[in-house]
């Protein structure tokens, strides 16, 4: 993804989430299946966004991604309020939700 796409994408009234990863890293796997989970929920409500410094650096970098995995959340081209920004959190797919119900 090119950083134009990214900027087009957040500046959407749509809530977009973006989930920064990498290809070996194992808490990456499992946050990955569970926004997969998530986007067939949200289909057509939220946009779920996958980038890595493998093939998206530019955008990580604008990002300020540490490590991985992170996850950012915009609508409006403003970041929100995402609660858990680094890592895999010991939160449910429940609170998950719960969070997005409110942004959608």
Avoid at 49 to 59: D, S
Avoid at 81 to 88: H, K, S
Wanted: glycine share 6%; charged share 30%.
């Amino acid at each position: 993804m090119d950083v134009e796409t990214f900027y087009g994408i957040i500046q959407m009234d749509r809530l977009s989430l973006w989930m920064a990863d990498s290809s070996g890293c194992w808490s990456c796997r499992r946050l990955r299946e569970r926004y997969r989970r998530l986007s067939r929920v949200y289909e057509g409500r939220v946009e779920f966004c996958r980038v890595g410094r493998e093939f998206a650096p530019v955008v990580c970098d604008v990002l300020n991604v540490g490590a991985t995995p992170a996850t950012f959340a915009f609508r409006r081209g403003e970041a929100l309020d995402w609660p858990w920004p680094d890592g895999v959190p010991a939160k449910s797919e429940a609170q998950y939700r719960a969070w997005l119900d409110r942004h959608v």
